[in-house]
Nanobody
């Protein structure tokens, strides 16, 4: 079992920045792909970004390319999402997820509780 706890959400103005963190605990001796998802009110949860355990490969949804950066520090069992040039449409609850195999998809094995990001116009 892996437990994930997100932090770093908040209220920011359009064009501002936030950095989300996701701390993993439990069975972190295995290699996991780590991803960020988000869910806006009335919408389905959508994939945002993912990073391999090695950190050498990343993938982003088109809507955040060039603005968001996913990274990880395996020594701290933490994955980050640096979000720059935020837009009102980025407003959502952001979730961290982990899976030993899944790369791009929604059926990740482990999920955090989410952190709210609100971008005001």
């Amino acid at each position: 079992q892996v437990q994930l706890v997100e932090s770093g959400g908040g209220l920011v103005q359009t064009g501002g920045s936030l950095r989300l963190s996701c701390a993993a605990s439990g069975r972190t001796d295995s290699s996991y792909n780590m991803a960020w998802f988000r869910q806006a009110p009335g919408k389905e949860r959508e994939f945002v970004a993912v990073i391999r355990w090695s950190g050498l490969s990343t993938y982003y949804v088109d809507a955040v390319k060039g603005r968001f950066t996913i990274s990880r520090d395996n020594a701290k069992n933490t994955v980050y999402l640096q979000m720059n040039n935020l837009k009102p449409e980025d407003t959502a609850v952001y979730y961290c997820a982990a899976d030993p195999k899944l790369w791009i998809g929604v059926n990740y094995d482990y999920w955090g509780q989410g952190t709210q990001v609100t971008v005001s116009s």
